[in-house]
């Protein structure tokens, strides 16, 4: 192996299907093993390092499951911008929209149609907005059922637009939602909203933060995990 080549297996990027993708390490104390997973808009590979793992062997392993990372690349929905004709999700649900230009610029809901009107340039902008309103109604309702559940006080909570995590809880007990949750099933955006609220109670994944999710959250949450894993990918392809 040339010098060029073992450079190269350490770098902190790789190349998927063509294009160039940052490899982001993230160390933890806690950590017993390298794990490595691809975020959901394919913008970047994520691993996890133990304290123990030199930084250049932890690259090299990326590197070395690069066929796999290609595989999950090449899945990711690409970006396709809704517009007439073309669908939308809402909690599960395909809704196509009918722009008429003469309509109303709020969106309503149509049976299984999603009826806006306006200009249709700027079409994309209040379709998100009208999503985001939804969901931060469907996030506040969610928040007071687990925080009941839970017997804790409501905290204040707001939407995300991240690009890198479905849900987060900081030390100041506010929790944030990704706002493209409004486009998966119900029990798929109430799991991590359980999540989070868990989370004001344990900030860790202890075994007594698994037993209060368990506690609070009335579905299956390995089912909501699975599918987010599976299909969280999809719901960034509509809106970025």
């Known amino acids: 192996m040339t010098l060029g080549l073992r450079r190269a297996s350490i770098e902190p990027e790789i190349e998927l299907n063509g294009e160039r993708v940052p490899i982001v390490l993230r160390q933890n104390r806690r950590a ?11 913008s970047e590979v994520r691993l996890t390092v133990p304290n123990w793992a030199p930084r250049a062997q932890a690259i090299a392993f990326a590197h070395a499951r690069a066929e796999w990372l290609a595989e999950q690349h090449a899945g990711i929905p690409r970006r396709t911008a809704p517009g007439p004709g073309s669908e939308v999700l809402l909690r599960g649900q395909a809704l196509r929209i009918e722009w008429d230009a003469s309509a109303p610029r709020s969106p309503r809901l149509a049976g299984d149609a999603l009826a806006v009107g306006g200009p249709l340039a700027g079409l994309e902008g209040r379709l998100r907005r009208w999503l985001e309103r939804e969901a931060l109604a469907l996030v506040e309702a969610d928040m007071g059922d687990y925080c009941a559940a839970a017997r804790l006080d409501p905290v204040p909570v707001a939407l995300s637009r991240a690009q890198r995590r479905w849900g987060s809880c900081s030390d100041m007990s506010r929790i944030r939602i990704n706002w493209r949750l409004v486009q998966a099933p119900d029990f798929v ?28 959250y009335e579905g299956d949450i390995r089912a909501a995990d699975q599918w987010l894993k599976q299909k969280g990918r999809a719901l960034y392809a509509a809106f970025g």
Request: charged share 20%.
């Open 32 to 42: 017993r093993r390298l794990t490595l997973r691809l975020a959901p808009d394919g």
């Open 189 to 216: 955006r109430r799991s991590v909203v359980a999540h989070e609220v868990a989370h004001l109670v344990h900030f860790d994944h202890s075994p007594a933060f698994h037993a209060l999710l368990a506690q609070i």
